[in-house]
């Protein structure tokens, strides 16, 4: 004790120094980093090398674009036209050709669509397109806009 009644400590060592948990075990925060690291690569490759969704199939359109000129709703095969192909002329222009077709050839009757080849973005269909007696073939090629496939060019003298 000192003169004032305090408890005399020794000089020579001083207090242990306070030490954190991942300064006494430095293996620990080798592998908090080792996770980090392996999550955030994980996470990068599962986004990068994830394969895009298949494009939806070209066929139900193609169908939809049949069932129309055997029905003679023109205007609904209108709206299947690419936004390319309504710029070539308005939906009034694309029925009077149909229904000049349908004045001169019969309307269609039967129409059947059978895929020819399709990538991501294009594909070609054939129509076998009866109208009176007679059966025709021809292409229609449908291009993806957005998330579906329109109409982009089609056989004139069978549609």
């Not at 996470?43 to 969704?53: G, M, N, Q, R, S």
């Not at 710029?87 to 019969?106: H, K, Y």
């Not at 059966?135 to 993806?144: C, D, E, I, R, W």
Request: hydrophobic share 40%; with cysteine.
């Amino acid at each position: 004790m000192n003169t004032r009644g305090d408890v005399h400590r020794d000089r020579a060592t001083p207090p242990a120094p306070h030490r954190s948990l991942l300064t006494r075990s430095p293996w620990l925060l080798g592998i908090l980093a080792g996770v980090s690291l392996s999550t955030i690569i994980f996470i990068t490759l599962v986004t990068l090398y994830t394969p895009a969704a298949a494009p939806p199939s070209p066929e139900p359109t193609a169908a939809a674009f049949c069932a129309d000129l055997v029905t003679q709703h023109y205007d609904a095969a209108y709206m299947l036209l690419s936004s390319a192909q309504q710029a070539q002329g308005t939906e009034s222009q694309f029925t009077a050709s149909q229904r000049e077709l349908d004045t001169l050839q019969g309307p269609v009757s039967h129409c059947a669509a059978t895929a020819s080849s399709a990538s991501a973005t294009q594909a070609t269909v054939t129509l076998r397109i009866t109208r009176g007696a007679k059966t025709t073939s021809g292409a229609l090629t449908l291009v993806l806009q957005g998330s579906s496939w329109r109409v982009d060019r089609y056989d004139t003298s069978v549609i």
